[in-house]
């Protein structure tokens, strides 16, 4: 009768430990998992966070590459460049308009002649002639946004008429909310050329 029970209460004993074992199992499983999930998680957080040249295209790599490159040129932000061309012509370099804005960046003869531009509809200097504009005005305001943007599409000299404000012009008011509320910022770095790669994430594409 002692051996029965003996023998008995050993094989709950080993049960019992089995069960254990594997629950601890599971538990060590569970938290491995937690540990090995959490970095992944950071990682593809980070990795929304992608650098300007990523989260454009104009459907034409070459056009892309006049825009991060005059924007590097004169450090303004090729992502801001990109709306506004984006507004302006809808990426076509033949776009014309009723006051004989040409180019991609629809510039004016006289503008194309104030920065030396030659052809308003070759895309590669139409987008130089436009973004050293777009910098011209960012100084001049100090880096707003809002007011460069009002200065590019109604002239500079309005904006300075209504005492440094947007024109009340319907035109100007929409084109200056929809780039602003695109591009996401109101203030722009006046940022110099040699600084401009890494504040606007093309270090690493330049160093490649």
Not at 142 to 152: H, I, N, P, Q, T
Not at 160 to 168: A, D, I, L, M, Y
Request: glycine content about 8%; proline content about 4%.
């Amino acid at each position: 009768m002692q051996c029965s029970v003996s023998s008995y209460f050993r094989t709950r004993t080993k049960v019992l430990l089995r069960f254990l074992g594997f629950v601890l199992i599971l538990i060590a499983g569970i938290l491995l998992h937690g540990r090995v999930g959490a970095p992944i998680a950071v990682a593809e957080t980070t990795t929304t966070q992608a650098p300007s040249q990523t989260r454009f295209t104009s459907g034409n790599a070459t056009i892309d590459g006049y825009i991060i490159d005059a924007g590097l040129k004169y450090g303004v932000d090729p992502l801001l460049v990109f709306y506004v061309i984006r507004q302006e012509s809808r990426f076509k370099p033949s776009a014309c308009s009723n006051k004989n804005a040409q180019g991609l960046m629809q510039l004016i003869p006289a503008t194309a002649a104030r920065f030396k531009i030659d052809d308003a509809y070759d895309p590669e200097q139409n987008i130089d002639g436009g973004v050293h504009y777009l910098r011209w005005l960012l100084e001049r305001f100090e880096g707003d946004v809002s007011l460069a943007l009002a200065g590019y599409n109604a002239g500079e000299g309005a904006v300075e008429k209504c005492g440094n404000r947007v024109p009340e012009f319907k035109e100007t008011k929409d084109y200056v909310e929809k780039i602003v509320s695109a591009y996401g910022k109101s203030f722009h770095a006046l940022v110099s050329p040699e600084q401009a790669p890494k504040i606007f994430g093309f270090a690493t594409a330049i160093a490649e």
